[in-house]
């Protein structure tokens, strides 16, 4: 069975701290890893990830992926109070395509 | 429009009822996925329609959930005899599967707001 895990569970930071967030996966077949940020209902896209040690960068946000050890990490730095949200890590198998998600972590930025 | 939309985006129904949830994906996306999310957990996949593809069921808790999906586009998701453990957030997302490198296809989804399902 497909697995994600993601850690911490919840983080509060203040305003101009960087975080790092981790998804570590177990998948049969893997395809391509995900991350979303969830601040009320719809998760937003932010990456996607599909080969190792390739770092993907939007603004203050990176992402990068190790497919030898199966884990991923999730960059902020200089965070905003508009950061705060449940961020999700999900791995999409070559075998179907659903999503597999992890429980997420909940970000809270202080001002 | 631009997005993927979700009706209704709340829901309070009694125990024992059945519900009707609402997705249109975005235009000319072939793939629509159904998830759900409880209270503080993360999302669970329920059930998957790709083109004119025999859909994957594999994620429907029990029987008394179905999909269809019309024409290749709006889908509805059916709960019979609503049970109080149904309570969550339903979120249809759609996808237009994009080639990627040496004919690998990559699958971006992109979320609708959600249906919040309360059930009494």
């Known amino acids: 069975e497909d697995k994600v895990v993601q850690s911490p569970l919840s983080l509060v930071v203040h305003e101009g701290d960087t975080v790092t967030l981790n998804c570590s996966y177990e998948?049969?077949?893997?395809?391509?890893l995900l991350w979303y940020k969830q601040e009320k209902k719809a998760p937003t896209f932010l990456f996607m990830l599909?080969?190792?040690?390739i770092e993907k960068k939007s603004g203050r946000l990176s992402s990068i992926l190790d497919k030898k050890e199966l884990f991923s990490i999730l960059n902020i730095t200089a965070t905003q109070t508009g950061d705060s949200a449940v961020y999700l890590c999900?791995?999409?198998?070559?075998?179907?395509?659903?999503?597999?998600f992890g429980g997420g972590t909940r970000v809270l930025v202080k001002p | 429009g631009a997005g993927v939309s979700q009706s209704p985006s709340n829901k309070v129904t009694e125990k024992g009822k059945d519900v009707e949830l609402r997705c249109d994906p975005i235009?000319?996306?072939?793939?629509l996925y159904w998830y759900r999310q409880s209270l503080g957990q993360g999302l669970e996949f329920l059930i998957y329609?790709?083109?004119?593809?025999?859909?994957?069921k594999s994620g429907l808790p029990s029987d008394r959930f179905s999909a269809e999906r019309t024409g290749g586009s709006v889908s509805t998701l059916t709960i019979q005899r609503t049970q109080q453990e149904d309570s969550a957030v339903y979120l249809c997302?759609?996808?237009?599967?994009?080639?990627?490198?040496?004919?690998?296809?990559?699958?971006?989804?992109?979320f609708g707001p959600g249906t919040r399902l309360t059930v009494l």
């Open positions: 997302a759609s996808s237009l599967r994009v080639p990627g490198l040496a004919g690998t296809v990559y699958n971006e989804q992109f």
């Open positions: 998948v049969t077949n893997f395809r391509s």
């Open positions: 599909t080969s190792s040690g």
């Open positions: 999900a791995v999409e198998a070559a075998a179907g395509n659903k999503l597999t």
């Open positions: 235009s000319g996306h072939t793939a």
């Open positions: 329609f790709q083109g004119n593809s025999a859909p994957d």
